[in-house]
Nanobody, 128 residues
Framework: QVQLVESGGGSVQAGGSLRLSCAGTGYTYSSNCMGWFRQAPGKEREGVASITADNSATYADSVKGRFTISRGSADNTLSLEMTSLTPEDSAVYYC???????????????????????WGQGTQVTVS
C-alpha cells in the first residue's frame, strides 16, 4: 500500500522557520519526482517546490530563496526547509510523488500529471 505521511507543521511567528518532512512507503520513490504543494483556505492548490530523481530542484517564485527541498538519505524521504515565513505561507502543505510529475512552475502552477500521483494527507502550517 502506497502511503505518504507529512510531519513538522505547526504555528510559527512571521520571520520564523519550520521544517516539513515526508516519509513514503510502498513505492519506489528514488525514480520519481517528488514535490511539495500547499492550499490555503479559499484558494487553489499551488506548487511550492519539486525535485527530480536526479535531485534537480525547482521552486515557485513566491518561495524561492526562502524554502529548500531535499531528499533524505533514504530515497523515500523528502524535506522542505522553510525560512523567513510570512502569513502568506499559511496553508495545508502536501507531499506528493509521481514518476512524471515534472517541475512546479514559477507561478505555482504544475502539470495535471501530479494529480494522478500519490499524495499525503497534509500538514497545517500557520504563520502569524
Amino acid at each position: 500500500q502506497v502511503q505518504l505521511v507529512e510531519s513538522g507543521g505547526g504555528s510559527v511567528q512571521a520571520g520564523g522557520s519550520l521544517r516539513l518532512s515526508c516519509a513514503g512507503t510502498g513505492y519506489t520513490y528514488s525514480s520519481n519526482c517528488m514535490g511539495w504543494f500547499r492550499q490555503a483556505p479559499g484558494k487553489e492548490r499551488e506548487g511550492v517546490a519539486s525535485i527530480t530523481a536526479d535531485n534537480s530542484a525547482t521552486y515557485a517564485d513566491s518561495v524561492k530563496g526562502r524554502f529548500t527541498i531535499s531528499r533524505g538519505s533514504a530515497d523515500n524521504t523528502l524535506s522542505l526547509e522553510m525560512t523567513s515565513l510570512t502569513p502568506e505561507d499559511s496553508a495545508v502543505y502536501y507531499c506528493a510523488a509521481d514518476r512524471r510529475g515534472g517541475p512546479v512552475w514559477s507561478d505555482g502552477g504544475y502539470s495535471g500529471t501530479w494529480d494522478r500521483g500519490y499524495w499525503g494527507q497534509g500538514t497545517q502550517v500557520t504563520v502569524s
